[in-house]
DNA sequence: GTCTATAGGGTGATAGAC
DNA sequence: GTCTATCACCCTATAGAC
């Protein structure tokens, strides 16, 4: 592995478990086994190694998401395929969730503009399962409902869990390993759950 | 209004927008319109300070919810109940949910450990949620069901969207009170998603 | 109780040797 | 590319006047 690697590697671990402000360039240089200077020789400012890191995080948490909503699968396959996609992700990234919207709550303005710079993709996509919705209803499927509210049940099912994860951990006292399969044991019941509140 | 109240609430504005770390006293002082050594006066320290506020938070948001879940309500009213409770505390305090998890992720050890002083119930209220599933469930009114389980759904409804606020409402473009709106909006359906989940 | 001034320590960033 | 040394600033906390 590079340096250059070693150290976003590094990186990624501080921010992802200190947030912005109280991760300490110190740490990571500590992290990576090297020294403070290569840091700023390499990535010139903690802001700068931050923002590679953010995006890369955001893109490698939505990716996929949209390609799946914008697929042409009817709705109720539609659920599945999402809250799947999310959980396998989640499983693998445990700590993005709280990361992302932690730094977005510190710093709206600028985050918010960041994330339509990168990605405009959400409302089209929302746009797109009204339409389906709208469709599938008139066949008779399933009941009328919005694309955005459907949206955010998946969304608060399958993330939040991860949001209050050393919460959850902390009174259950699970370990990390066992937090993980209680989140992926509750997929069939998410999928459950939301497919009974859509189906007529 | 004494000093000692205006500090605390402006400390409280400054700590559940930034977050311990990025909060600055001297931004506190500004927001109290006072000066920064008058701080250290009234509470001693930055920390000191932030303890009193993040109690009072804790608390706050879960003071009220042991009392339903514990009460002798059938499961079915005793979650419309929660949610109605929950969707009202949220929307008095929006800013709770994010500040409690974030400080949780930055500090696990250290919080937990206040909160399990602090705060030992959650794990009897969700014994006693089993205990009353099971009872239900015996008498043929309703699925059985993990007790932990409808606790974290129930949570990730009305949390989640709070959590995410800032990126709802910057994706979407709806203001404070919008969004506020949205949220309460959503209780009947939450309500019916979770019944409809538990009954037969 | 409230202020000004300043101590004291930490943190991001840079200069310069190798 | 990698290091040591150090600068310059920021932030919490305290001392001391009023």
Same mark, same amino acid.
């Given at each position: 592995?590079?340096? =250059? =690697? ?12 200190? !947030? ?9 240089? $500590?992290?990576?086994? &090297? ?21 890369? $995080? ?28 999310? /959980? ?7 700590? &993005? @969730?709280?990361? &992302? ?8 303005? *600028?985050?918010?503009? *960041? ?7 959400? @409302? ?13 209803? =008139?066949?008779?499927?399933?009941? *009328? ?7 955010? =049940? ?6 939040? @869990? ?10 259950? !006292? ?11 044991? *509750? ?5 459950? &759950? /939301?497919?009974?509140?859509? $189906?007529?």
């Amino acid at each position: 592995m590079t340096t =250059e =690697e070693q150290i976003l590697q590094a990186a990624t671990k501080v921010f992802t478990e200190k !947030g912005f402000a109280a991760a300490r360039m110190d740490e990571i240089a $500590k992290e990576a086994g &090297i020294n403070r200077a290569l840091l700023h020789y390499y990535f010139r400012s903690k802001e700068k190694m931050f923002e590679i890191i953010f995006e890369d $995080k955001f893109r490698s948490f939505f990716a996929g998401i949209y390609g799946i909503l914008s697929s042409d699968l009817p709705i109720l396959e539609k659920i599945a395929a999402v809250v799947d996609h999310e /959980l396998q992700t989640l499983v693998k990234h445990p700590e &993005i @969730p709280i990361f &992302i919207l932690n730094e977005i709550n510190v710093n709206p303005e *600028r985050m918010i503009r *960041r994330i339509h710079r990168e990605d405009a993709s959400i @409302p089209e996509a929302v746009k797109m399962l009204d339409a389906q919705i709208q469709k599938e209803f =008139e066949q008779g499927i399933i009941k *009328r409902i919005g694309g955005f509210s459907l949206v955010i =049940e998946i969304m608060s099912l399958c993330i939040y @869990p991860f949001v209050a994860k050393n919460l959850i951990m902390g009174v259950t !006292g699970m370990d990390r390993e066992a937090f993980l399969q209680f989140a992926l044991s *509750r997929k069939q019941e998410i999928i459950g &759950i /939301l497919q009974n509140g859509i $189906k007529l």
